[in-house]
């Protein structure tokens, strides 16, 4: 199974998600092209990813949840969605993001889920880790300046804050309309 461990969101900011990505949509005059251009990322399928692990067997999943489930428990933190910005940078973007303000602790959960699939022998990641929601991705990396005038203008807006006391394994299957996720295991398990 491809697979990813996330921290899933609630209804109230996956709604206000769409909301903006419906507002960044109609605000642009859009080229006839940008359709192929730009694939906007389905709101339900929205998620705060911790670690991408890949293709791995049903052996691997059992492992990577009992490891999981050996995580010290973690203190609940609050997370806000909080601005926008675009991967690599502006100039040559590749994914368009919501940003995200957290206290330490989802970077230091963010280092247990690392360290302890690190121990697995899944590859750590060598990025620094920058939280964020991916909302479109493009398929030619080249400037957008209406969306980036429009990003600037919401910079400082707040689509919400959420608490996280949880987060799970994921499956991810690709399919014609895209991935589509299944949660395979809840971390701490009930």
Partial sequence: MRAFIAIALPDSILDELKRQQASFRSAR?????????????????????????????????????????????????????????????????????????????????????????????????????????????FKTPRGQPELETLVGREAHRSLGRFEVSEFFLYESKLGPRGAEYRKVARIPRP
């Fill in 29 to 137: 005059s859009w080229p006839s092209t940008a359709s192929d251009e730009i694939r906007w990322t389905r709101p339900e399928g929205i998620h705060l990813t911790l670690k991408f692990l890949g293709e791995i067997s049903e052996e691997q999943a059992r492992k990577v949840i009992d490891a999981l489930g050996t995580l010290e428990r973690f203190e609940k933190f609050w997370v806000e969605v909080k601005g926008f910005g675009f991967f690599p940078d502006a100039r040559r973007p590749r994914v368009f993001w919501a940003g995200l303000e957290a206290l330490p602790g989802l970077a230091e959960l963010t280092g247990k889920v690392e360290d302890a699939m690190g121990n697995l022998g899944f590859p750590r990641e060598t990025r620094p880790f920058t939280p964020h929601l991916t909302l479109a991705r």
